[in-house]
């Protein structure tokens, strides 16, 4: 059976940090490229980085999570993982990451895009 799956997420205070994980199984990541998106309660699903398969190509969100957010993988492990400082309360969303074989590129914030996604992580921004 191929499914990602999210691990990493939690209640943090403002300021703090978490480190999200997708893991792979039934498939090997390492020819796909992957994406996080985050969905808030009433809003639709966003994309806040991508990488490409062999690393070479990342991109943020513009102005709400670059500097803050970095992502990385690791093909050994078959596992992307998204760094998140700096939290902030509007940073509180279920994260998804999602992988596609076909290179998104510029088109890499469409949901559509995706082959495959995970089931989630609620991450909660709170003092």
């Known amino acids: 059976q191929l499914q990602l799956v999210e691990s990493g997420g939690g209640l943090v205070q403002p300021g703090g940090s978490l480190r999200l994980s997708c893991a792979a199984s039934g498939f090997t990541l390492d020819a796909y490229a992957v994406g996080w998106f985050r969905q808030a309660p009433g809003k639709e699903r966003e994309g806040v980085s991508y990488i490409s398969s062999s690393s070479g190509w990342t991109k943020y969100a513009a102005d709400s999570v670059k500097g803050r957010f970095t992502i990385s993988r690791e093909n050994a492990k078959n596992t992307v993982y998204l760094q998140m400082n700096s939290l902030k309360p509007e940073d509180t969303a279920v994260y998804y990451c999602?992988?596609?074989?076909?290179?998104?590129?510029?088109?890499?914030?469409?949901?559509?895009?995706?082959?495959?996604w995970g089931q989630g992580t609620q991450v909660t921004v709170s003092s």
């Open positions: 999602a992988a596609v074989l076909l290179p998104a590129s510029s088109m890499w914030t469409d949901p559509a895009r995706y082959d495959y």
